[in-house]
């Protein structure tokens, strides 16, 4: 059984938005104590961009601040990606990640790609 199914992605041109959806199994939701996004650049390695925090904590790396905005939705079990004013160096792959106790899950990945 998938436990976090990831949906949105898809191919944009500079300066335009995308949305990303993670829809969190409610066994994990209902614990979780870190929720993020991270990306993957082609030839380079995974980064964290977005986090947050069962408090309600956002952090975001200096790239994104001001552009991406991290969000859940305590009713439907899902965290969400809003991404706007899109750049070229956005591109990549984007991974769900829920965390509690010691445990890590992932989401499968979908493709951002910000091209002209």
């Known amino acids: 059984q998938d436990q976090l199914v990831e949906s949105g992605g898809g191919l944009v041109q500079p300066g335009g938005s995308l949305g990303l959806s993670c829809a969190v199994a409610?066994?994990?939701?209902?614990?979780?104590?870190?929720m993020g996004w991270y990306r993957q650049a082609p030839g380079k390695e995974r980064e964290l961009v977005a986090s947050?925090?069962?408090?309600?904590?956002?952090t975001y790396t200096d790239s994104v601040k001001g552009r991406f905005t991290i969000s859940r939705d305590t009713l439907t079990n899902t965290m969400y990606l809003q991404m706007n004013s899109l750049k070229p160096e956005d591109t990549g792959i984007y991974y769900c990640?829920?965390?509690?106790?010691?445990?890590?899950?992932w989401g499968q990945g979908t493709q951002v790609t910000v091209s002209s």
């Open positions: 990640n829920v965390q509690y106790g010691g445990s890590v899950y």
């Open positions: 409610q066994s994990i939701f209902s614990r979780h104590a870190f």
């Open positions: 947050l925090t069962t408090g309600g904590g956002r």
